[in-house]
């Protein structure tokens, strides 16, 4: 039986293609397994998000207080700034919301009237003659563009009505699921390396704190920066008079999680709304985008995030493009986490695995050749 390389590659691609094949023949067995991952992956997600957000200050309570109470106060300080923010910050956002909601029929309207109005420009005209394209044709596509982007937005806002539902239940399992990852998940890395032979343990160990790093600086960063992202986009829409500021800035700070592609994510709804008021305004959105985005990347990103994902941006962007027609927003999200921890894990192996293949030298041999 040959036993080279390729040979080994293409073997193990067809045996785990024949798996999965199988896989699909048996649903009834797979399906509720699959049902059971599913529910318990948004709050295992929300749980490992605090459990690395509060990590930092459970360790700094830790050095003078018991680790319960240290969590404890991480909890309240937790609740506190939950407190503030339903009584700063939510009602705005409601009220902001519900005028949004009232005033659609309107900005559709303010969006068709300005195509409208772009049809009777002359040098547009002149283009359609000179390349036999029909104004009314780009009026219904870019009509079309917006109601899809209308019923996008619709579909959101069900899906966060479906999460709203949900509260109770995550409200419920995430607390305790956050406690147990802080009590405990100082022991999980040593629960894993009694897994694996001992020869693995060294660079296996070292995976572990590498992953353990990169998730927990991204996680932290991408937190402030959108928090940044955020409030910048909110002040600049302030200033340039757009309605809905407060709601606007939150979308391009939720957006900011999504690498590269997030500000032009922000952008799309915003500009909808800035052409209620004129053309300028959408000029003006794109400007206060441009500058929060740089100063976040050029003067306060570098100092919070570093290169702790190690991940290429052209890379970045085919990632978050496929996981977008895969998994949808979620997996914009989480991909470059998860590219991240594959990296690591590829690297490691392969290096281990080339190490091992080297044949120590012979000492005898090593006098020999001095002599």
Same mark, same amino acid.
């Given at each position: ?29 797979? #399906? ?114 917006? #109601? ?63 992953? #353990? ?122 991909v470059v986490p998860v590219y991240a921890i594959i990296k690591i894990i590829a690297t490691r192996v392969y290096a281990f695995r080339k190490l091992n293949r080297i044949p120590p030298k012979d000492p005898l041999a090593e006098v020999t050749e001095r002599h």
């Open positions: 039986m040959p036993q080279g390389k390729w040979f080994r590659i293409g073997y193990g691609i067809i045996v785990v293609l024949l798996i999965a094949y199988l896989a699909s023949k048996v649903n009834f067995v797979f #399906d509720p397994i699959g049902k059971v991952l599913a529910a318990l992956f948004v709050p295992l997600l929300i749980s490992g998000m605090f459990y690395y957000l509060f990590r930092p200050f459970v360790r700094l309570l830790s050095t003078k207080l018991p680790k319960v109470l240290a969590i404890l106060l991480v909890y309240i300080g937790a609740i506190g700034v939950c407190y503030l923010f339903f009584w700063m910050i939510w009602p705005p956002i409601r009220n902001q919301s519900i005028n949004l909601v009232n005033n659609f029929p309107q900005i559709v309207d303010s969006v068709q009237s300005w195509l409208e109005s772009v049809q009777q420009h002359e040098w547009l005209q002149e283009i359609g003659q000179k390349d036999a394209l029909s104004t009314e044709n780009l009026s219904n596509k870019l009509t079309g563009s917006l #109601d899809e982007l209308l019923n996008s937005v619709v579909g959101s806002v069900r899906g966060i009505f479906n999460l709203i539902m949900n509260f109770f239940f995550l409200l419920g399992l995430v607390p305790f699921m956050i406690y147990y990852l802080l009590s405990e998940g100082d022991k999980f890395p040593g629960l894993i390396l009694r897994m694996l032979p001992e020869r693995y343990h060294r660079e296996a160990s070292g995976a572990l704190k590498e992953i #353990d790093a990169s998730i927990g600086s991204f996680i932290l960063s991408k937190v402030l920066t959108s928090l940044l992202i955020g409030a910048l986009t909110f002040i600049g829409y302030l200033f340039i008079d757009l309605p809905y500021p407060l709601l606007l800035g939150l979308v391009a700070a939720i957006t900011n999680f999504i690498p590269y592609i997030g500000p032009l994510i922000a952008f799309i709804p915003t500009a909808v709304v800035a052409l209620t008021v004129s053309p300028m305004t959408v000029l003006l959105v794109g400007i206060v985008l441009v500058v929060s985005n740089q100063i976040e990347a050029n003067l306060i990103g570098p100092r919070i995030i570093g290169k702790q994902m190690n991940v290429h941006p052209f890379t970045v962007m085919l990632l978050v493009i496929g996981a977008s027609s895969i998994i949808g927003a979620l997996g914009m999200i989480i």
